[in-house]
């Protein structure tokens, strides 16, 4: 009979082939992540290194990938040439307030939809959702015509009142989140006297925390970053946002001038800045937020 507690050469080799074969996983593992972050992250570097790059550069065949120099004056030629501070305050002006109605009104909606019991709820609940399907595209001259009779053209509104309205994606995310709170709470502070409101500030919103952070984050960015609309309500150019102010540096080749592609990327790097600080600094809260919306549905 063979010593039970005797380690036989099987095993052994079994056990070495098995830390083998887990090494070599985890080395293609990271061989896929360094292409993967190498193709998603190589536009972005070759922006940076275009930016410092002089006019005569850009159009070199074969691409030349590093500057001869660091043109470290691209960017003070931004905003030197453009009113960029101008459009940066405008920016911030249209973001921060929308960023503000949002919060307010999509968390009042979603606290409706989650906390009231009330006739037709969960048919006006999915005519809300519902409306994520509909195409920005449809309402973009109904909204033109309203905002043109408001009188509201070539000024912020059209761009900042919507947003206290709610939006059907963040109503969806808050709504998800505030049923995964339990009502015991909500009943606790009715006994103690508390109001509809009081408990909405005083018991939910302090665990309301990563959900908010995660609507901050969207609405940010997509205010921060809008196009469409502020080229289509806003005229005079006191009033561009950075997006539009980035197309002062998109000369055609017809007009003759040294290219405008290093200034481009300049300014397009400093724009970009702000939203990647803001994901840095709160991505532990949207990753959150995005996992613990969809625990209850």
């Keep these: 009979m063979q010593d039970s507690n005797v380690i036989q050469p099987n095993t052994l080799r079994g056990g070495s082939h098995y830390r083998t074969q887990h090494l070599i ?4 593992l990271y061989l896929a992540v360094a292409i993967g972050l190498f193709v998603f992250m190589g536009p972005f570097i070759w922006s940076v290194l275009s930016s ?4 005569a550069e850009i159009y070199l065949f074969p691409p030349k990938v590093f500057p001869s120099e660091l043109r470290w004056q691209n960017y003070a030629h931004v905003w030197e040439t453009i009113p960029f501070a101008l459009f940066y305050w ?5 973001t921060v307030l929308s960023l503000l109605g949002t919060l307010i009104s999509s968390t009042l909606v979603a606290y409706g939809f989650a906390r009231f019991e009330f006739r037709g709820r969960n048919i006006l609940f999915m005519v809300v959702i519902a409306t994520l399907i509909l195409p920005d595209e449809v309402t ?3 909204r033109f015509i309203l905002f043109r009779e408001l009188k509201w053209l070539d000024t912020f509104l059209p761009l900042i009142v919507p947003n206290f309205f709610g939006a059907a ?3 969806f995310l808050l709504r998800q989140f505030f049923m995964t709170i339990p009502r015991e ?3 606790a502070a009715e006994i103690d006297g508390a109001g509809v409101l009081r408990t909405l500030w005083s018991i939910l919103l302090p665990s309301l925390g990563p959900a908010l952070a995660t609507v901050a984050i969207f609405s940010f960015l997509f205010n921060w970053s809008s196009f469409i609309d502020p080229l289509i309500y806003l005229r005079s150019t006191e009033n561009y946002t950075l997006s539009l102010g980035l197309r002062f540096f998109q000369q055609a080749p017809e007009t003759g001038g040294d290219p405008q592609e290093p200034f481009l990327m300049a300014a397009s790097l400093m724009v970009t800045l702000p939203p990647i600080l803001l994901f840095i600094f709160a991505q532990r809260y949207f990753v959150r937020g995005v996992v613990l919306s969809g625990i209850k549905g």
Excluded at 90 to 94: A, E, L, R, S
């Design 25 to 28: 996983n985890r080395v293609l």
């Design 185 to 187: 709470l909500d009943e």
């Design 52 to 55: 410092f790059k002089g006019p």
């Design 140 to 142: 973009l001259i109904p």
């Design 90 to 94: 405008n920016t911030i002006v249209i």
């Design 169 to 171: 994606f963040f109503i």
